[in-house]
């Protein structure tokens, strides 16, 4: 007999719940590539607090779970950031269901996201996951999942290239 599974959504962190696009635009040249990326992630982590919320993809994730839709964030961010991220997404009225990251080791990063997404679709009949980068979009597709990727008209830094 079939497992029931429950209905979800994954939403991507930063650049999609979080908006990160004004930060990125300062740390951008003129064609769109990191002018520093050191100076970038600097920057990145001693604003985390105060990163602005992207109130547009937030009440989405409300009206999707208002649907009956589970919210999993699922973000590169490191675990060592777990309580920074829980009071963020406290100060915002994100409702969501899990929070998924990526674990402190080194060269973890690359391969976190793949691996929830083992687990979560074991559990969850994902109906859409929503990211910024194209990296993990195609992740997503390669499991069939329909994918909505966020574009600001921005790059993003780091893997996502
Ligand atoms: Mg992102």
Redesign the pocket.
Known sequence: MARFKTNAVIF?????L?D?SQQLHDYMGDHGEPVDTNEYWADWYATLPTHPPAEEYITLAQMLRDGDNEILVV??RRIHLKAITDRWLLDWDVEYDKLYMAPDEDGSFHTSKESHLRDIVQHYHVKLAI???HH?CDLYRRYDIPTLH?DRGLR?IGL?A
Do not use: I, Y
Request: charged letters at 25%.
């Open positions: 991507d962190l930063d650049g999609v979080c990160n973000t590169g990211d910024d980068s993990w966020v993003t996502m």
